[in-house]
């Protein structure tokens, strides 16, 4: 597709349950992200793969948080055993730049997790 | 801790006035900051500044970065209904992580 796709769109999910959201970036895109945003803030940097080798997860809050990219494109954002707290959008981005400057991300429309 | 302080955190106005977003950072590595417009769904990508006093302009909105005040504002001129959104302040601390401010929730009234 033309953008970065995530899905799914909405998810409710009763605590204590595990959730997996998907991003599919832009073809070609070395670099993806995944940010946590909750309700009136600003993204905060949850993790940033390079191909498929995760080279920063400092910004997932606790080990029931847990991201992957086998393959270089598509990744997913697992969130075992899931808290109130956890509810935020996360959004995924992709860039084409892997040089000295991040440059433009493009970013998805973002998985509203609501945990009740 | 690295930390990006955007004001004000709402603002309203007419439609045809100016206005002036600010954004202030205090980082230990800084690389390029950035600024977003992000409407109901995702940010769309705005400017990179990596120069001070360097102007980037893009139609009616321009922005400017002062390393000395590690600040930075984005400016639009002639409002318009549509520009009513969230404007994000992101500064690149490190290598590919971005350290976003809260936003400045901009709502143009006709």
């Known amino acids: 597709g033309a953008g970065v796709s995530q899905s799914p769109r909405y998810k409710v999910a009763k605590r204590g349950q595990d959730v997996a959201l998907r991003c599919d970036p832009i073809?070609?895109?070395?670099?993806l992200f995944w940010y946590q945003q909750a309700l009136g803030q600003g993204p905060e940097f949850l993790t940033y793969?390079?191909?498929?080798?995760?080279?920063?997860k400092s910004g997932l809050p606790s080990d029931r948080f847990f991201a992957e990219r086998p393959e270089g494109s598509v990744s997913t954002l697992k969130i075992q055993r899931t808290q109130q707290e956890d509810s935020a959008v996360y959004l995924c981005a992709s860039s084409l730049n892997r040089a000295r400057y991040t440059g433009e991300l493009f970013f998805g429309e973002g998985s509203r997790l609501t945990v009740l | 801790e690295d930390k990006v302080v955007q004001s004000p955190l709402s603002l309203v106005v007419h439609e045809g006035d100016t206005v002036t977003l600010n954004c202030s950072y205090e980082?230990?590595?800084?690389?390029?900051l950035l600024w977003y417009k992000q409407e109901k769904k995702a940010p769309t990508f705005l400017f990179m500044l990596t120069s001070s006093g360097i102007e980037k302009k893009s139609g009616r909105l321009s922005s400017i970065l002062d390393k000395k005040e590690l600040s930075s504002i984005l400016n639009i001129t002639a409002t318009q209904t549509g520009d009513s959104a969230i404007y994000l302040c992101?500064?690149?601390?490190?290598?590919?992580?971005?350290?976003f401010g809260q936003g400045t929730r901009l709502t143009i009234n006709p």
């Open positions: 980082v230990t590595n800084f690389r390029s």
């Open positions: 793969f390079q191909n498929e080798a995760q080279l920063d």
């Open positions: 992101a500064v690149e601390a490190g290598a590919q992580k971005l350290v």
């Open positions: 073809s070609g895109h070395v670099s």
